[in-house]
């Protein structure tokens, strides 16, 4: 199964973010860091020689990826986490969401406050202190499994009422994909019309032994006009295997030529992407290979090769 990895941007902030989730949540730790080169950033990134690149943990069994950048972007609650907190798997989930309510909410703010709900006995939405929305939900434990922690996204803005869309047009990307439960708008709310969603799930990828272990993604259509709509903020960062599935993925998921960037790109609703090699850590191991990617825009392997002593890059 391909890795498919939520990305989050901190303004030279992850060690921070980082140290904060994993003693937020019950079960998290950090997997790897990586560093930025000590000489051959370009002039704009010379502050962050030597310093964290990028901080991966693993919270829940979802692998999240914390970015160490500038100021241009931060997260907001179009895209974030739904904490799926199921009795059926978990010790005292009521007390373990109230903290979590707690400590996520210090220093952030409340989008919706805690409490019960038509569709969860308790439930709350809050955006923590580095922008990050988290969806605390207590779930029927009769109900089908799906993991802890999967990603959320809001699609509002220019995005408004393409939930369903989107849905599709990604199940129909990765092999193995389906489309699970969908609660459309009964009328017209706000902006969101008959076609949008209150709720709606997918899976991206083939099924697993243990469903808890599969990628699931939440998605829904605002019921209220938002300010503000997907940034690279949050971003979803896949890992293919080989130039043939870079290649591939680039063609469907890239819509904006001029928000190409070292993989990065934007597709047609708004949402970022990387689209990486799986074995990009060790091709950033070669002499050079920091400048060769901050040269691409799709990834091409074999550029890799011209900057370091890398006999088969692919």
Known sequence: MRAIVPTLWAD?????????YTS????????????????????????????????????????????NAGDEFRPNPAAGFMVNLDPAFLEDPRGYLDSLFAALSEGGRVLMELGEYPFSPRYAWVEDRFGVSWQLILTDPTGEPRPTLLPALMFCGPAQNRAVEAGRAYTNLFPGSRLGTAVHYPQQTGPATTDGVMFSEFRLGPAQDDPREEFWVTAMDSAVEQDFTFTPGFSLRVEAEGQEEIDRLWAVLSRHPEDEQCGWCRDAFGLSWQIVPADLGELMRAPGAHQALMGMKKIEIAGFGTHGPLSNPH
């Open 24 to 67: 937020v949540f019950r079960d998290a730790r950090e997997t790897n860091r990586t560093h930025y080169p000590t000489e051959g950033l370009p002039d704009f990134q010379q502050h962050m020689a030597g310093e964290i690149l990028t901080l991966d943990l693993e919270i829940h069994g979802l692998r999240i990826s914390v970015i």
């Open 12 to 20: 030279g902030s992850a060690a921070a973010v980082a140290d904060f």
